[in-house]
């Protein structure tokens, strides 16, 4: 199983722009689902944006569509997730996460519940 370490987070103001980054070891990506799943305080972690690179199937959050987007830079094994127009209801932990990942077009969630340390993105008003 790949193992991924998601970094970038950070505060920024409405309307700016982060780059989060999830790489990866241990295998290359192109069997996996990659998803980011972001929990906001006291709220919970929820499927923001995920791809799957077995069957190509992308899913963004109504939320974030047009704003944020994921890809992969094969070179690096990374995937990132590109979030522009960031608005305050953005601030949450960011995860990303490949092993339970269930992703298509329509939705994605994960049947796992172990997660990594995450990355902080803060967006203030």
């Known amino acids: 199983e790949v193992q991924l370490v998601e970094s970038g987070g950070g505060s920024v103001q409405a309307g700016g722009s982060l780059r989060l980054s999830c790489a990866a070891s241990?295998?290359?990506?192109?069997?996996?689902?990659i998803g980011w799943f972001r929990q906001a305080p006291g709220k919970e972690r929820v499927g923001t944006s995920c791809i799957s690179f077995r069957d190509g199937s992308i899913f963004y959050e109504d939320s974030v569509a047009g704003r944020f987007t994921i890809s992969r830079d094969n070179a690096k094994n990374t995937v990132y997730l590109q979030m522009n127009n960031l608005k305050p209801e953005d601030t949450a932990v960011y995860y990303c996460?490949?092993?339970?990942?269930?992703?298509?077009?329509?939705?994605?969630?994960?049947?796992?519940?172990?997660w990594g340390q995450g990355t902080l993105v803060t967006v203030s008003s």
């Open positions: 996460a490949s092993e339970g990942v269930v992703v298509d077009d329509h939705f994605c969630y994960r049947y796992l519940n172990d």
């Open positions: 241990g295998d290359t990506l192109d069997d996996y689902a």
